[in-house]
């Protein structure tokens, strides 16, 4: 049994600022941008600014069939930032797929048997501690990370770590083993967060994969998931006001405004799904994750979705779901795995996948793309 919270319809994205609507896909592409600048101003105080130098260094390179390490030297002319990130490598020729993930410090995350299977399909693993581009704690003088290096602006710590996924990014694309067209981004939790916002604003990005991500990530900000009997019973799913509360650094500030007001934010997480379209999205969840508002990612994917039907691209947005609570494991990494062969072999989606996830709820909207 559950009593669920359902604040407010999930608002139209296709609606201009000046009120009126988006009628094909150019003008989608204008209302893009809209969103764009306020969304991800309001939902993570903006994105840090494009690197003024930038350079690759190979630290420890053992070719094909071996894992490389690379030092990215970033930032700004009068203040140079570095990190590290590290490639797996399948002993093949030719140019392959790249799976990022920026959760390296995650003992359990993107492990050896996620890199075999990596490997077997002929895609390199790439990973990077995103908390070297920002702390995961308050740092309201600004003296961490790339924090230091723009103590004057207000992005957010998600923020910073999306700018190291795009900057890892960057040092791909000077690699000879590396498919340009075929890089995804994964994240579990706050790195599903981080993974969602990277993939929304870097186009160069084929493959988005936010996992467990919850509220300020895939979650709906207008639907609560409350259990009250069972196996998850007493538990709900995380609320904006503990956010704010709680870990406010991954937050727009302007975020406070609408605590206890979740009804009448502007925009919902699909919003920022839609960025993604045309390009291929799957989000995946755990059905008893309820912190991370599973049901409530669901209802946000279904109005996302719209965008990609603009496209006539539906096939590129899917969820998957699973059994089980928080974790990012290998049922998790495999869904991704096989979600991109089907896109590269040109094949339909495996059913685990095109299955919907929920047979018991009706969608958060009342609005649709417009017809072509």
């Known amino acids: 049994m559950r009593q669920d919270i359902r604040l407010s319809p999930l608002p139209d994205p296709f609606v201009f600022r000046d009120g009126t609507r988006v009628t094909d896909v150019a003008g989608w592409e204008k209302r893009r941008l809209e969103i764009l600048e306020d969304t991800i101003s309001l939902e993570f105080d903006g994105m840090p600014p494009q690197p003024e130098v930038f350079e690759v260094e190979p630290t420890d390179l053992h070719g094909r069939g071996s894992t490389c390490t690379y030092r990215v030297h970033c930032g700004r002319k009068d203040r140079p930032f570095t990190f590290t990130f590290m490639t797996y490598v399948p002993n093949l020729k030719g140019r392959m797929p790249a799976v990022v993930t920026g959760d390296a410090m995650y003992a359990d995350n993107m492990n050896d048997a996620v890199i075999a299977e990596a490997k077997k399909r002929g895609f390199v693993c790439v990973k990077f501690n995103r908390t070297e581009l920002a702390p995961d704690f308050p740092d309201p003088d600004r003296k961490h990370g790339i924090n230091a290096l723009w103590p004057d602006m207000k992005f957010t710590a998600i923020?910073?770590?999306?700018?190291?996924?795009?900057?890892?990014?960057d040092a791909l694309l000077t690699l000879d083993y590396i498919d340009p067209d075929r890089i995804a981004v994964s994240g579990h939790s706050r790195g599903g967060k981080t993974a969602l916002l990277a993939g929304a604003t870097d186009t160069r990005i084929?493959?988005?994969?936010?996992?467990?991500?919850?509220?300020?990530?895939?979650?709906?900000?207008?639907?609560?998931?409350?259990?009250?009997?069972?196996?998850?019973?007493?538990?709900?799913?995380?609320?904006?006001?503990?956010?704010?509360?709680?870990?406010?650094?991954?937050m727009g500030q302007g975020l406070w405004d609408y605590v206890?007001?979740?009804?009448?934010?502007?925009?919902?997480?699909h919003f920022?799904?839609?960025?993604?379209?045309?390009?291929?999205?799957?989000?995946?969840?755990?059905?008893?994750?309820?912190?991370?508002?599973?049901?409530?990612?669901?209802?946000?994917?279904?109005?996302?979705?719209?965008?990609?039907?603009?496209?006539?691209?539906?096939?590129?947005?899917?969820c998957w779901y699973r059994f089980g609570g928080h974790g990012h494991h290998m049922p998790d990494f495999t869904a991704l795995f096989d979600f991109m062969d089907a896109d590269i072999a040109g094949t339909p989606l495996p059913e685990s996948i095109s299955r919907k996830p929920y047979d018991d709820m009706e969608p958060l909207y009342d609005w649709s793309c417009p017809v072509l």
């Open 272 to 318: 920022i799904k839609a960025l993604i379209a045309p390009r291929c999205y799957i989000e995946t969840n755990g059905y008893g994750d309820i912190w991370a508002n599973p049901r409530g990612a669901y209802l946000s994917w279904q109005a996302a979705r719209e965008a990609w039907k603009l496209y006539s691209a539906e096939k590129n947005c899917a």
């Open 159 to 169: 923020s910073a770590w999306a700018w190291g996924y795009h900057r890892v990014i």
């Open 206 to 250: 084929r493959y988005t994969n936010p996992n467990g991500s919850g509220t300020h990530g895939c979650g709906a900000y207008r639907f609560l998931q409350r259990e009250t009997a069972g196996q998850y019973a007493d538990q709900i799913s995380e609320p904006l006001e503990f956010m704010m509360k709680n870990i406010g650094y991954w």
């Open 260 to 269: 206890g007001r979740e009804g009448e934010l502007p925009h919902d997480s």
